[in-house]
């Protein structure tokens, strides 16, 4: 498979370039790659660029970076670009991701691309410096998945608990093997923003690539954008983006309904995308679960996050509370946030409530909207562009027993931080838990 | 001329360690801290690190403090090299680090009902075979590898066959090209090079059909 974008970032690259350099290969076409920086970096301030960063095995890792884009001459938006920022949110922002393309980056979140109607699938380090080196990926053809979201959301309810629902409906390796396309009166609706957060948690479902069709929506979205083409080709590409819509006879390998009408607020009690309930219903009960293995796995996940069955999860008590990721950091995010949180203050008992932008631009965005002000005054910090607290490479973590909602898409062991503990929510049901200080409805908040 | 990637497999014997947890991610595998060399190597003293031991692990961190409830540490699996698992293994994250760790660990070979699509891909490119067997043969193989005189199997991949010590005897799938790739360790980037002309031509037609593609 020819690869038509391939995006870079520090964590996943060096071994790829060192691997290129060892065997005296040179990139096979430049300008296909773009690179940024946003795994292992800080999020605080920025104003002495790399030399700024404490830790010392993470800024050899950004140098990394910084010395093999330039060596290969390859488009790089470092820390202190304004551009810089997570690479799924950076692709869009930027008009590199198109539809049709054949887009990979060492990062499972890769999925994310798929809303523009691109194929588009995370890698591991080898097949990165395999991409470099040729433009190509040996593949096996996956199989196709349909998943109709059906209905309309409620108030309160958006992308991040339709694609919660849906993981919790098919399992985390439910689409193992496949790529799906969402379909359906629900996905027609959400916005591209919201597309990307859908589209984003695929792998969560276990699929590779998650794709949704071209529409009117889409390519408003992409028009003018840096990297989008201008003028003639634009319209070329318009016209050819617009066939590659799936035919009405299609035959899909599998197909599923999922409809969202009268869908509640979802939120993930233990610690696998897949343990996730209502906001308004009780924590589960190993023996809510028929199948032994399950109810095994339950038990398991229950003692780690140190809940008991029963439990109101509108009533858990939170210690930080992180709004960001590649799922969730994009100004429609910010906005809905900001919605609740203005004229409130986060709860007392919190430790910690962070709002990481996804980008450089989010966050200029934010700030002429006066968004940070809002979060600012209500006691959330308002940080600099990158993964952080969703993988928590950085210094933005739990520590052993805390608690977070988070709007990131892996509630792992660990994920968070050592012995941490992961609520998975929408950027508004984070906003409604920092202020309550416990997991919350948005819906009594609205 | 083909260079070899790394070790090639062909037939391996080796003492099985059983980890009954399903759904096992590449975040328990490898945690995040891990990610930030810039290398290739040293990642086996770090396989499973927030299971393996009590405290909380970093790069070039020594004096742990062992988990002795964790099955890697159990005295009878010292010597493994074959990890038996549960389904979905090695879901989650793309990191290759992950395969890195089990392969530097000493593992070449994992026994498990199912995989995760992006771990089973790095797995071949670095000459780790995952093995995908019925569960209910895994459920046997696990009675077996938790006695208390450890359970040895023999994987032969050119027959696709597997043995264990207690009689246990099956065959497995494994698309072609993975097998082969295995057991011969060639470079993918030098066969996929051999392809030169046709990625060209190819190229040349896209750009032609797709200018908007191509910025250069």
Redesign the interface.
Known sequence: M?I?RHLLHE??S??AF?GLKL?H?QP????SNLATVD??IPTTDRSNGVSGIQ?A??K??VI?LDQNCREFQIEYFDLLDARQGIVHVVGPEQGAT?P??TIVC???HTSTHGAFGALA???????V??VL????L?Q?K?KNFEIEISGELGPGVYAKDLILALIRLIG??GA??HTIEYTGRAIEDLSIEGRMTVCNMS?EG?A?AGLIGIDDKLVEYLEARP???KGA??N??VD?WFTLNTDDAAIYDQRRVLDVSGLSPQVSWGT?PEMVVDIDATIPAPTDFSDA?NAE?AE?SLSYMGLTPGMAVNEIQLDKVFIGSCTNSRIEDLREASKVVKGRKVASRLKGAYIVPGSGLVKRQAEQEGLDEVFKNAGFEWREPGCSMC???NDDRLY?GERCASTSN?N????QG??GRTHLVSPATAAASAIRGTLADVREML | MVSTAFPVFTRHTGIVVPLD???V?T??II???F??????TGFGENLFD?WRYQD?GN?GKTDRIINPEFVLNDPRYQEASILLA???FG???????A?WAILQYGIRCVLAP?Y???FY??SF??GLLPIELEEALIDRLFREAIQPSPMTVEVDLAQQTISSSGGIAATFDI?A?RKHRLMTGMD??AL??EHQTL?EE??LT?RQR???????
């Open positions: 020819y038509d964590v996943t060096p071994q060192e065997a290969r096979w076409r430049r300008t795994h292992a830790d095995i993470a050899e890792q990394t198109l049709g393309m060492g990062d499972s699938h995370g890698i591991g380090t080898s097949e410096e395999h080196a040729t433009q190509c040996v096996q996956s985390t390796a193992t093997g792998i276990g590779r990297f989008a083409p080709l634009w070329q590409a050819y696998n293995n796995v398991r993988l928590a490479m052993p892996r792992f062991e660990g994920r050592h012995q | 947890r399903a759904n991610d975040d328990q945690p995040k801290q990610l930030k060399s810039i290398k290739k927030s909380e790069i549960r389904r979905n879901c989650g994250s793309s990191r290759e680090h395969v199912s995760a699509d992006i891909n790095n490119n670095n698309d090209t993918n980037i996929t090079l990625i190819f190229e896209h797709m200018p908007w593609l191509f910025s250069d």
